[in-house]
């Protein structure tokens, strides 16, 4: 794959990117001086498009090292043989971008965005774009999307989304399909997982994030809607 120019001068466009949080997320999940310099890229347009479209919020900016890119690279390590990975609601990319930059020399590798946001839509592409990556960027509901799809996929994941309730109904086809879901979810996600399983069958478990103790990512492989019946 063609490599993208990157100016090393150029990349941090905006010093809430600190070098302690930098510093910080490489610890967490370590990578080639080249990937970083990638993350550093993707950063700077993240910066210079905030300016004029709100793609995350601005308190995290700060800590977008760690809050960002660690908390979607930690996913990697969960599907290291994935090939085809889909994304819904992607927003600016987090993690579905980060895993595509991480992947972006693996044969075959392709990644899925999709997000009902046109503007959003634009920056994920300029992003794509600019650093040449295998990615493809559905503009669109994720339903309709998803409905359209022939492809199967290794992987589907979805962060800061809808609950656990809502995504399992949002990626069902995927994941009868044999995808694996990877899901990240915060300090209430006992709760989404008793609130799940009222509507749902699936077989589910739990990884502790790397990024935050409170947090889990969900993995689920199966998912089958229950019937319910009036009492």
Request: hydrophobic share 45%.
């Amino acid at each position: 794959m063609k490599r993208p120019t990157i100016q090393r001068n150029n990349m941090r466009t905006d010093s809430a990117s600190s070098a302690t949080d930098r510093a910080e997320a490489l610890s967490i999940v370590p990578v080639s001086r080249e990937t970083a310099d990638l993350f550093d890229a993707y950063l700077g347009r993240l910066f210079k498009w905030q300016k004029v479209v709100n793609l995350v919020s601005p308190s995290t900016l700060p800590e977008a090292w760690t809050r960002h890119i660690a908390d979607s690279a930690q996913l990697a390590a969960l599907a290291p043989a994935a090939t085809s990975w889909i994304d819904l609601g992607s927003g600016a990319g987090f993690p579905g971008l980060v895993i595509a930059i991480m992947h972006r020399d693996t044969p075959g590798f392709r990644m899925h965005l999709v997000e009902s946001n046109s503007r959003k839509c634009a920056f994920l592409r300029d992003v794509v774009r600019s650093l040449n990556l295998p990615v493809t960027v559905h503009d669109g509901r994720i339903e309709d999307i998803v409905a359209a799809l022939d492809e199967r996929f290794d992987v589907v994941s979805a962060r800061a989304l809808a609950s656990l309730t809502e995504l399992l109904g949002l990626s069902r086809k995927l994941l009868t399909s044999g995808a694996l879901g990877l899901f990240p979810k915060g300090q209430d996600v006992a709760d989404e997982l008793t609130e799940a399983a009222k509507y749902w069958t699936f077989d589910a478990s739990t990884v502790a994030s790397r990024t935050d103790s409170k947090a889990r990512i969900v993995l689920v492989r199966e998912v089958r809607r229950k019937s319910l019946t009036a009492s």
